[in-house]
């Protein structure tokens, strides 16, 4: 009686811990994902705070110089590109979520 006892008791402790190291597993994926999106999400921030900076630049030596210069087309080139990036990526993260619940 008791031999079964402690039979069915591992069993059931060995579904217990399987459920949890299955928890634990998704979480650790889980967090991995967000991680992965942060990254990628701060490196459009950056690109575009450079693009930013570029587009300022140029346009501070256009009314310095009181001409606009070829910096102004790469760096409104620039800002555009990284605006549409960042876009591109918003709509990609959105999408992911309406389409995962």
Do not use: W
């Amino acid at each position: 009686m008791s031999d079964v006892l402690l039979i069915v008791l591992a069993g059931a402790l060995g579904l217990i811990q399987a459920g949890i190291v299955a928890i634990i597993t998704r979480d650790a994926k889980k967090r991995e994902k967000q991680a992965s999106v942060r990254a990628e999400e701060s490196r459009l921030s950056m690109k575009m705070m450079s693009a930013s900076t570029s587009l300022s630049c140029a346009i501070a030596y256009a009314i310095k110089e009181d001409r606009v210069n070829g910096k102004m087309d790469t760096a409104l080139a620039e800002a555009e590109n990284a605006q549409n990036e960042y876009f591109r990526f918003v709509n990609r993260i959105a999408s992911e979520q309406v389409t995962a619940n």
